[in-house]
Structure formats: structure tokens, C-alpha cells
């Protein structure tokens, strides 16, 4: 199946950079070294997540001048979503899609497009990084998901925010989803985007709203989101590592 090769092939991405960073691991191939690597990597990733945010704190993303927009923003992943009803709502120019806020929160909300476009909103021109190796620059418009949880208002045992997509990714029924915790939730340039360098964001880059959490890696930016639900943990959706990625075998914390 060409998803699977694609999914084989991002691991062996993620293994030769890391492994070549670690000057450890590159060139091994053997299934067996690829389940430890992964293993090992599950082990580090608490340390890593506290080491990253010691040195990051609350530091914002580098952000660029208009000249250095990338002409195109290369998509990446799901580029065309084919479930029935990612299908149904694209046919009808995104009239009928709602955003909700779900879980742990005192008010569960939806809000149609327009709703969201006539928010506060904020516009940033951020670098994205893929774990495969490239870096695009682009121009995004959309609301603080700090506004967003705060017309919600977070209830006791919030904990982390979880984005569900529309798209299959893997080809196997499931949909993409990611996760992040408060302190990433809340920090002013994680938006919902609506637009990007100034038009509605396109198909192939998550319409009609997409994440940008602007200190993690590409896979950690969702596309095609339609709920964020507030969780007290991730241990009990799809592979209980917090995202499509991360359930096969990438760092949840994923940051840059
Ligand atoms: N829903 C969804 N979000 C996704 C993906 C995906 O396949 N589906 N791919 C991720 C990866 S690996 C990258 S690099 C970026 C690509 O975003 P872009 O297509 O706007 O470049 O989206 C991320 N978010
Ligand atoms: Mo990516």
C-alpha cells in the first residue's frame, strides 16, 4: 500500500537524522535496531521535553520579513483528503464547516468560518520545518488558540490539547490527529489558521483551518482540523502516544 511505503519512509527519515546527530545509529537497518531505536527514543523523550523547554522557555519562534516568503509553501503529507466528509464540506466552498471545542472545558463551542475570521487574529511569518529535511517560510493568519480556550474556559485536569483532522493519512480508517500541552496551547503564536500569505488557506495545506504551533516540527502543525478537545492525557486515543506520528514512533514533543 503507498501510504505504508510512505510511513516506512519517514521512519528511515527520522532515523538518519537523529541517528546521525547521535553519530550513532545511521546506516543500521536491521528491523530489530529500528524497534530499539524507537524504544530508546520513547525513553529519552521525557528528559528531552524537560531539556528543550529549560532552554527555550517561553522564547518566540524567529519571525521574517515579507521578503522571504517562499514562493511556494511545498505541501506535504495529506495533500488532497478523500473521506466522505472532508469530500462533502469542500463541495460546498467550507459553508457548512464548524470548529468545536470539546472536553474539558466549561463551555463546549463551535464556531463557523467566519465566526473565527472575525476574531481577534493574529499574522506571523514562521519557518517550517519538516523532520524529512526541507524548510518552507510562510505568512499565517488566524486566533490565538489562547482566545479560543479562554471563550471555552478550561475546566480542573486540563492538560493537553488534542487536534482532530479529517484526512486518513495512514489509509487504514483512522484520521490524523496531534496533541500538545497548555503551556504549548497557550503560547501567543499557536493560532488556528485561516489564511496563509494572505488568501485562504489552500486545499493541499490544511483548508479551511489548520494549526500553527510555531516551535514544533512540520508533523506537529495540523491541517484539516475540526475539534480541539481539551484532555487530561492522550494515553486512551488511537495509539496512545498523542498523535498519528508519534503512534509511530516520532518524539511527542517534537519541538525546534
Ligand atoms: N491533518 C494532517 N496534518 C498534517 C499532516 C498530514 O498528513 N495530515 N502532515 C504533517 C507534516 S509531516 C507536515 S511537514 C506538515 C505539512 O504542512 P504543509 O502541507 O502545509 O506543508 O503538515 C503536518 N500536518
Ligand atoms: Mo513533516
Same mark, same amino acid.
Given at each position: 500500500?503507498?501510504?505504508?511505503?510512505?510511513?516506512?519512509?519517514?521512519?528511515r527519515f527520522l532515523r538518519l537524522s537523529l541517528g546521525a546527530?547521535?553519530?550513532?545509529?545511521a546506516?543500521?537497518?536491521?528491523?530489530?535496531?529500528?524497534?530499539?531505536?524507537?524504544?530508546?527514543?520513547?525513553?529519552?523523550?521525557?528528559?528531552?521535553?524537560?531539556?528543550?523547554?529549560?532552554?527555550?522557555?517561553?522564547?518566540?519562534?524567529?519571525?521574517?520579513?515579507?521578503?522571504?516568503?517562499?514562493?511556494?509553501?511545498?505541501?506535504?503529507?495529506?495533500?488532497?483528503?478523500?473521506?466522505?466528509?472532508?469530500?462533502?464540506?469542500?463541495?460546498?466552498?467550507?459553508?457548512?464547516?464548524?470548529?468545536?471545542?470539546?472536553?474539558?472545558?466549561?463551555?463546549?463551542?463551535?464556531?463557523?468560518?467566519?465566526?473565527?475570521?472575525?476574531?481577534?487574529?493574529?499574522?506571523?511569518?514562521?519557518?517550517?520545518?519538516?523532520?524529512?529535511?526541507?524548510?518552507?517560510?510562510?505568512?499565517?493568519?488566524?486566533?490565538?488558540?489562547?482566545?479560543?480556550?479562554?471563550?471555552?474556559?478550561?475546566?480542573?485536569?486540563?492538560? @493537553?490539547?488534542?487536534?482532530?483532522?479529517?484526512?486518513?493519512?495512514?489509509?487504514?480508517?483512522?484520521?490524523?490527529?496531534?496533541?500538545?500541552?497548555?503551556?504549548?496551547?497557550?503560547?501567543? !503564536?499557536?493560532?488556528?489558521?485561516?489564511?496563509?500569505?494572505?488568501?485562504?488557506?489552500?486545499?493541499?495545506?490544511?483548508?479551511?483551518?489548520?494549526?500553527?504551533?510555531?516551535?514544533?516540527?512540520?508533523?506537529? !502543525?495540523?491541517?484539516?482540523?475540526?475539534?480541539?478537545?481539551?484532555?487530561?492525557? @492522550?494515553?486512551?486515543?488511537?495509539?496512545?502516544?498523542?498523535?498519528?506520528?508519534?503512534? !509511530?514512533?516520532?518524539?511527542?514533543?517534537?519541538?525546534?
Amino acid at each position: 500500500m503507498p501510504n505504508e511505503d510512505f510511513a516506512a519512509n519517514r521512519r528511515r527519515f527520522l532515523r538518519l537524522s537523529l541517528g546521525a546527530g547521535a553519530g550513532l545509529l545511521a546506516g543500521c537497518d536491521a528491523q530489530s535496531q529500528r524497534e530499539g531505536f524507537v524504544d530508546a527514543l520513547s525513553l529519552a523523550e521525557p528528559l528531552n521535553r524537560r531539556m528543550q523547554r529549560l532552554l527555550t522557555g517561553d522564547r518566540l519562534a524567529r519571525e521574517f520579513p515579507a521578503s522571504m516568503i517562499s514562493p511556494v509553501f511545498k505541501p506535504n503529507g495529506s495533500i488532497d483528503p478523500r473521506t466522505p466528509e472532508y469530500l462533502a464540506l469542500k463541495a460546498q466552498g467550507f459553508a457548512a464547516y464548524r470548529l468545536r471545542i470539546r472536553g474539558l472545558v466549561e463551555r463546549p463551542l463551535e464556531f463557523a468560518l467566519h465566526a473565527l475570521q472575525a476574531m481577534p487574529a493574529r499574522t506571523q511569518i514562521t519557518r517550517h520545518d519538516c523532520v524529512e529535511g526541507w524548510s518552507v517560510i510562510g505568512q499565517w493568519t488566524g486566533v490565538p488558540l489562547a482566545h479560543l480556550l479562554g471563550l471555552a474556559r478550561l475546566r480542573p485536569g486540563a492538560r @493537553y490539547v488534542v487536534f482532530h483532522c479529517f484526512d486518513d493519512l495512514l489509509g487504514d480508517g483512522s484520521r490524523y490527529y496531534e496533541s500538545i500541552d497548555l503551556h504549548d496551547a497557550l503560547h501567543p !503564536q499557536t493560532i488556528a489558521a485561516y489564511a496563509l500569505n494572505g488568501a485562504p488557506v489552500p486545499v493541499a495545506n490544511g483548508a479551511p483551518l489548520r494549526m500553527r504551533i510555531e516551535r514544533k516540527l512540520g508533523y506537529k !502543525q495540523p491541517k484539516y482540523v475540526h475539534t480541539i478537545e481539551v484532555v487530561d492525557g @492522550y494515553a486512551r486515543l488511537a495509539g496512545g502516544k498523542g498523535g498519528t506520528w508519534e503512534d !509511530q514512533g516520532y518524539d511527542w514533543y517534537g519541538g525546534i
